[in-house]
């Protein structure tokens, strides 16, 4: 009986993966069409990708100068934080892919993921991140990820926070998970783009709290994830309020940093 049913079950698994194989078949050819009827372009200049590339092209990425090693972009975050914010405010630990320049591809690409919703754009970067954070060997002992907030209003403006695609994508790399209700921004404000450091600062006094009314409280060491820091206002209001949550420790990770000069 026992071998009757292996003979059947042999007997029925050989269509079946000639079927799937068949399907296999078939599947290159449509992906092949899909491409030509609908091509992938990169997002800054518009070139059609060829494989591997995703969402950006390989010339535009060669613009983007990448910092020289896995712990020179976190010291330049560093760095700035100090400047503007003493060392009161250094994090725990901070990692950077790129130096940020106010032109040329880098730009393009990250005024593109912020303000056009391209979702699979902040993951790329996020997974990037990631890697970087884990070459770095600095994923030891973190709990979560936690993408600074939006308020509510702009989150309804740009139809979704890019600073959680980010955290997504590194959270892919990570295994770690992305808590989005430890702090809020109980504040609209506007672009910080232009303002200076005084101006900077009072723009986010007070504007993230924790939440109270969550059921997931958080605490020892998080990664508090951003697009860009330029002075890191953001980052070090966002952390204050992470810590009155109850975190011990934050460190940032941003996707760029403008540097500050040694």
Same mark, same amino acid.
């Given at each position: 009986m026992i071998e009757r049913l292996a003979h059947s079950f042999g007997a029925l698994s050989r269509p079946l993966?000639?079927?799937?194989?068949?399907?296999?078949?078939? $599947?290159?050819?449509? @992906? =092949? *069409?899909?491409? #030509?009827?609908?091509?992938?372009?990169?997002?800054?200049?518009?070139?059609?990708?060829?494989a591997p590339e995703q969402q950006l092209c390989s010339a535009c990425l060669t613009d983007f100068a990448p910092f020289p090693n896995?712990?020179?972009?976190?010291?330049?975050?560093?760095?700035?934080?100090?400047?503007?914010?003493?060392l009161g405010a250094i994090p725990s630990a901070a990692w950077s892919l790129y130096p940020y320049r106010s032109n040329g591809a880098?730009?393009?690409?990250?005024? $593109?993921?912020?303000? @056009? =919703? *391209?979702?699979? #754009?902040?993951?790329?970067?996020?997974r990037w991140l990631g890697e970087l954070v884990q070459s770095a060997g600095g994923a030891g002992e973190v709990e979560a990820i936690v993408p600074v907030?939006?308020?509510?209003?702009?989150?309804?403006?740009?139809?979704?926070?890019?600073?959680?695609?980010?955290?997504?994508?590194?959270?892919?790399?990570l295994d770690l998970p992305v808590v989005e209700d430890s702090i809020e921004?109980?504040?609209?404000?506007?672009?910080?783009?232009?303002?200076?450091?005084?101006?900077?600062?009072?723009?986010?006094?007070?504007?993230?709290?924790?939440?109270t009314r969550n059921s997931h409280r958080i605490?020892?060491?998080?990664?508090?994830?951003?697009?860009?820091?330029?002075?890191?206002?953001?980052?070090?209001?966002?952390a204050s309020a992470l810590k009155e949550a109850g975190v011990d420790e934050v460190a940032f990770a941003v996707v760029a940093v403008t540097e500050e000069k040694e």
């Open positions: 993966g000639s079927l799937a194989q068949s399907l296999g078949t078939l $599947a290159r050819p449509l @992906e =092949g *069409l899909t491409h #030509l009827l609908f091509p992938q372009v990169c997002v800054v200049c518009r070139k059609t990708l060829t896995p712990l020179a972009g976190g010291q330049a975050v560093i760095r700035s934080v100090n400047s503007h914010f003493g880098l730009h393009d690409a990250l005024h $593109a993921m912020k303000y @056009e =919703g *391209l979702f699979p #754009l902040g993951r790329l970067f996020g907030p939006l308020h509510p209003l702009k989150r309804i403006e740009r139809s979704y926070n890019q600073s959680e695609a980010i955290a997504s994508g590194m959270a892919e790399v921004r109980s504040a609209y404000t506007g672009s910080q783009t232009g303002l200076g450091i005084t101006e900077r600062r009072k723009n986010m006094a007070g504007v993230f709290r924790p939440v605490s020892g060491r998080v990664v508090l994830v951003d697009d860009v820091l330029t002075t890191g206002a953001t980052m070090v209001a966002a």
